[in-house]
């Protein structure tokens, strides 16, 4: 049977993350939902003290009202909202936070580097609406843990797609049992030799802070690497009976992350010709 091993990425992924015509969402655990446009998602991790985001989509005030109103369709409050923490400082993740920061005076959280990058690089300089447009309060690192009522979010640093990417691993509960879940932060392999190397580093790095952390569901940020539409739309629907599809276990995480190795690869064998 022909399965995949890596996601299709084309010029239509990079303009589908612009459009704010489409949104889901679906409750992926008792405590974690999951938001997406077309090409890119984010997550609202619930606790005892409040909401805490993670990622932003787009600078769009229709990805800040999908995640608002999806908020609200699943029972939540959206004036609980306490936390903004982004992987990285690129605009597809930074994205509507300033609207979280106007409305919800929300602390947001990002590493020094990316928002050093974010401010001083914009991904697209030649169009102002995606520059940096709110502050971050709080600078986080390796080994940094983000504490809200019962939950505790563990940092990485995880330099290759960004040199300040972060990644992280949380708990999830579902009918009582609680999972620990980690979301890879920067997605794709940047286009160097030496970026890949050091990509491929932090995969193996956070692989291994993963298996000591008993990771046993896998979250990315962006759907072309999960299939994330499908997966949404299945959550959705899911019948009692069916198994939670972001349950992969431990040996279902390695081979979630071989899909980041096996893109690294077709990178490195486009750059070495
Ligand atoms: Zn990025």
């Not at 612009?18 to 606790?47: G, P, R, W």
């Not at 009918?175 to 193996?204: F, N, R």
């Amino acid at each position: 049977m022909n399965r995949r091993n890596k996601p299709v990425v084309t010029k239509e992924t990079i303009m589908g993350m612009e459009d704010m015509s489409y949104f889901i969402h679906a409750m992926i655990f008792d405590d974690l939902l999951i938001i997406a446009q077309k090409e890119t998602n984010c997550f609202v991790l619930k606790t005892k003290d409040g909401l805490i985001v993670i990622d932003a989509i787009w600078p769009a005030k229709e990805a800040f009202e999908a995640i608002e109103n999806a908020i609200i369709d699943v029972g939540w409050n959206p004036d609980t909202i306490r936390k903004l923490i982004i992987t990285h400082g690129h605009v597809d993740h930074t994205g509507c936070g300033k609207w979280f920061v106007e409305k919800y005076h929300v602390d947001t959280y990002l590493s020094r580097i990316d928002d050093i990058v974010w401010r001083e690089h914009p991904v697209k300089p030649d169009r102002p609406e995606t520059w940096k447009d709110y502050n971050i309060d709080h600078y986080i690192q390796d080994g940094d843990t983000i504490t809200l009522g019962d939950k505790v979010i563990y940092v990485y640093s995880t330099p290759g797609h960004t040199q300040g990417g972060l990644s992280y691993i949380f708990p999830v509960t579902e009918s009582e049992e609680i999972h620990m879940a980690a979301l890879w932060g920067g997605s794709t392999p940047p286009w160097t030799e030496d970026g890949v190397k050091q990509y491929l580093e932090s995969l193996d790095y956070f692989m291994k802070e993963a298996k000591s952390k008993r990771v046993d569901v896998a979250l990315t940020n962006h759907t072309a690497i999960d299939n994330g539409l499908e997966r949404i739309a299945y959550s959705k629907m899911r019948m009692s009976y069916m198994p939670n599809i972001y349950i992969l276990g431990w040996e279902g995480f390695q081979r979630f992350c071989e899909v980041f190795r096996t893109m690294s690869y077709v990178v490195l064998e486009r750059v070495s010709k």
